[in-house]
């Protein structure tokens, strides 16, 4: 009889987002759905300017979140009352100790003129309605 293949771990990312909402007390009452998923194909444009962490490791003792991050993941959420919330998944890495992902929002209101040029400089495809 062959061995039972072992579970598929999820990407980091994901692990990352569940944290997130596990801390924003998500509840079965009121449910998080992810609705889309995207990869940035310019992380190199994702600054700290533009969007600030919200959950994660900040690098805080290391002089801060090194910028521009090696990936971004655009992630739109909603919730049971269609009310969307667009976070930013990045992984940054100093190159030498500190290597984590990190939750970020966007300083610009979802789906602004702001937000959506700050998608397109990131290369985020990210499909707000649906």
Partial sequence: ?????????????????????????????????????????KPRNFSGDTFYPVF??????????????????????????????????SYHTDQLWNIDWVVHKSVHAPASGAFLEDLQAIGCNLALSQ
């Fill in 1 to 41: 009889m062959p061995w039972p293949k072992p579970a598929a771990r999820p990407p980091d990312w994901e692990v990352e987002l569940s944290a997130y909402l596990t801390a924003r007390n998500t509840t079965l009452a009121d449910p998080v759905i992810l609705k889309t998923v995207a990869r940035a194909t």
């Fill in 56 to 89: 994660g490791n900040d690098f805080r003792g290391s002089g801060g979140l090194p910028y521009p991050p090696e990936q971004v993941q655009c992630v739109r959420l909603a919730n049971r009352h269609r009310e969307n919330e667009v976070v930013f998944i």
